[in-house]
């Protein structure tokens, strides 16, 4: 398990390097996605599907944050 928690760490740093392009919405759905990953391998004990639940829910979480802080 520690392993695939590793290895997503890397890959969202890996990731998040090449993120100067990107919109802040964005970037917040990749770092979401990558702590969701994270999360959902702890929590299952390295399962696949818990990894991949994980960066869904978290992709979504990261992408819903402040969407509505411009709106007056």
Excluded: E, F, P, Y
């Amino acid at each position: 398990m520690k392993i695939i928690v590793n290895a997503v760490v890397i890959i969202v740093i890996v990731a998040l390097s090449g993120c100067s392009g990107m919109s802040t919405r964005d970037r917040n759905t990749a770092l979401g996605a990558g702590v969701g990953a994270v999360g959902g391998a702890v929590l299952t004990n390295g399962s696949t599907l818990g990894t991949i639940g994980g960066a869904t829910v978290g992709g979504v979480i990261g992408n819903q944050m402040g969407k509505g802080k411009h709106k007056k």
